[in-house]
């Protein structure tokens, strides 16, 4: 069984930068693609980015491209979500996910296991 932790939100101003991280515990994190999706009030969840397992393979949802960045450290098994240029429409809870075949999605119905999430909130 895969826990997974993230960290690092909190209330920022538009324009500002944040790096949220997931910390996994127990499974083999260097096998699994990662997953970053959001969720804001009123609206179902959203792929933000995903992550192959090397790391050498990234993609983005097109609203957080060119902002966002999904990088990933296998030896100390985290995945982080670096978000610059934040917008009061990113204001969401973000999750992490991980799937255990390896292989990344922008779907939510494919990943095992999730976090607890993380709220970003960005003010105008």
């Known amino acids: 069984q895969v826990q997974l932790v993230e960290s690092g939100g909190t209330l920022v101003q538009a324009g500002g930068s944040l790096r949220l991280s997931c910390a996994a515990s127990?499974?083999?994190?260097?096998?699994?693609?990662m997953g970053w999706f959001r969720q804001a009030p009123g609206k179902e969840r959203e792929f933000v980015a995903t992550?192959?397992?090397?790391?050498?393979?990234?993609f983005y949802a097109d609203s957080v491209k060119g902002r966002f960045t999904i990088s990933r450290d296998n030896a100390k098994k985290t995945v982080y979500l670096q978000m610059n240029s934040l917008k009061p429409e990113d204001t969401a809870v973000y999750y992490c996910?991980?799937?255990?075949?390896?292989?990344?999605?922008?779907?939510?119905?494919?990943?095992?296991?999730w976090g607890q999430g993380t709220q970003v909130t960005v003010s105008s």
């Open positions: 996910a991980a799937e255990r075949t390896g292989v990344p999605s922008e779907y939510d119905y494919d990943y095992d296991y």
């Open positions: 127990g499974g083999t994190f260097s096998r699994y693609a």
């Open positions: 992550i192959t397992t090397g790391g050498n393979s990234l």
